[in-house]
């Protein structure tokens, strides 16, 4: 049985920063693409943050990229990403996704497998 579970999510001011962590089970983060999603109410999910199965090459969004780092502890079988030079528009809930099901867009909700279930991030002005 496979279990995502996020962690360090908060509130935070403009210009902090934040680590978030997915403590995964049940499968080998060295093995699968691990990626990191958001959603704020009312929008879709985006992805924002990949890690390709093997660790050596990470892909970004362009509305995180230069400011969000992902990475992986394969000793601790988690996932990171650091959250730097927060905005208030960075507020949402961050999901960690597993496995990827095909060969579509790695920043698609549809692509992944297995879900945690999300740790809030909340950036005031």
């Known amino acids: 049985q496979v279990q995502l579970v996020e962690s360090g999510g908060g509130s935070v001011q403009a210009g902090g920063s934040l680590r978030l962590s997915c403590s995964a089970s049940?499968?080998?983060?060295?093995?699968?693409?691990m990626a990191w999603f958001r959603q704020a109410p009312g929008k879709e999910r985006e992805g924002i943050a990949l890690?390709?199965?093997?660790?050596?090459?990470?892909m970004y969004a362009d509305s995180v990229k230069g400011r969000f780092t992902a990475s992986g502890d394969t000793a601790k079988n988690t996932v990171y990403l650091l959250l730097n030079s927060l905005k208030p528009e960075d507020t949402a809930m961050y999901y960690c996704?597993?496995?990827?099901?095909?060969?579509?867009?790695?920043?698609?909700?549809?692509?992944?497998?297995?879900w945690g279930q999300g740790t809030q991030v909340t950036v005031s002005s």
């Open positions: 996704a597993a496995s990827r099901l095909g060969a579509g867009s790695w920043y698609s909700q549809y692509e992944y497998k297995y």
């Open positions: 890690i390709y199965s093997g660790g050596d090459r990470t």
């Open positions: 049940g499968l080998t983060i060295s093995r699968n693409s």
